[in-house]
């Protein structure tokens, strides 16, 4: 009888450690398989700043330019050497009018090093944007994403 007790607790806590075992497995491929954001409606004004920004953290500069109106695009004044740039453009808001709009972002920056490692700094600004034949193009972005400057942000 001993032995058959003993052999009892045993099977249970392997049991236990399994369930425990599949749980992680699960929560890591919940955590490994998030992407990044879906992708707005390319016709909308948040749609292109999405796509806009996205250009301007990877350094494509081209493409940040094409969706640009040709006034935006000659008010370049190039950027401040060593300024943090944006690393996350989160969407706050979207008025959408007949012809303009306006899409408000919070933009993070972050600096890395310091005594107690890296800091985030966040900002909100608007971006506007105005009908093109059409088409929603930005007229006036804010100044850390300027697709100017020929610096991609990331590093």
């Known amino acids: 009888m ?8 045993d099977r249970i ?3 236990i450690v399994g369930v425990v075992a599949v749980l992680v497995v ?5 955590v490994f398989s998030r992407g990044g954001p879906a992708p707005l409606d390319e016709a909308s004004p ?3 700043v999405q796509r806009y920004s996205a250009a ?20 370049c004044r190039g ?3 060593g300024a943090p740039r944006p690393t996350r453009v989160v969407l706050i808001s979207t008025t959408e009018r007949a012809d303009t709009a306006t899409v408000r972002v919070s933009l993070v920056q972050t600096s890395p090093g310091g005594p107690f490692g890296s800091s985030e700094y966040e900002s909100e600004d608007a971006f506007s944007l105005i009908k093109v034949n059409g088409k929603w193009m930005i007229d006036q ?15």
């Open 2 to 9: 001993d032995d058959h007790t003993a052999r009892k607790p």
């Open 13 to 15: 806590l392997l049991a």
């Open 26 to 30: 699960v929560a890591l491929a919940v």
């Open 46 to 48: 948040a749609g292109v």
């Open 56 to 75: 301007v953290i990877d350094g494509d500069t081209a493409t940040a330019d094409s969706y640009l109106t040709d006034a935006a695009r000659s008010t």
């Open 79 to 81: 950027s401040y050497p």
């Open 141 to 155: 972005a804010p100044y850390p994403l300027m697709s100017c400057t020929g610096m991609p942000v990331k590093q």
